[in-house]
């Protein structure tokens, strides 16, 4: 496995997220409507899961997938899983401790509060704000409170 390259990540980070955020702009708003409940109840879990002191990866990965579930646009779809996966092995660095975790939960909540009130310009404002804030913590010490 090459080493991490944490100027690739840097440029990857926002990328996917401009890419989400187009998922989710090119998503009927009835059919996210739909998975308003379901969205939240992963945050809760997310939230306990942090409390707890585990790992938060995975839930994250879930809740951004039934966030873009209802995208019909299967060739953008495509883009974004073929682009992913290049970005699992920094989750080490991403999510480094629960400060930054439970800021992240906290952007879930605000795409999902612009959702429910039917603005999905600020819901694809705080996705993609979320993963350029993933991007700023890479190679960030993580015993030092980050801005």
């Known amino acids: 496995m090459p080493p991490l390259d944490v100027d690739e990540a840097r440029k990857l980070y926002p990328l996917v997220g401009e ?7 090119w998503t009927a708003p009835q059919d996210l409507i739909g998975l308003v409940d ?10 306990a899961v942090v409390e707890r002191g585990e790992e938060l ?7 951004h997938a039934l ?13 974004i ?3 992913k996966p290049l970005l699992k092995r920094y ?3 991403y999510f ?9 939960i906290d952007e879930h909540r605000r795409i999902l509060a612009a959702i429910r009130e039917g603005d ?9 704000q979320n993963w350029v804030n993933g991007a700023a913590y890479l190679g960030q010490d993580t015993r030092r409170p980050s801005r």
């Open 38 to 47: 379901r969205l939240e109840k992963q945050i809760d879990e997310m939230r």
């Open 57 to 63: 990866a995975a839930l994250d990965d879930r809740w």
């Open 96 to 104: 480094g401790g629960p400060d930054r975790a439970r800021r992240s």
């Open 120 to 128: 999905l310009t600020e819901a694809a404002r705080w996705l993609v």
């Open 81 to 83: 899983d073929q682009t």
């Open 91 to 93: 989750d080490v660095l």
């Open 19 to 25: 890419l989400e955020a187009l998922a989710l702009r």
């Open 67 to 79: 966030l873009l579930s209802a995208c019909a646009n299967r060739h953008l779809m495509r883009l």
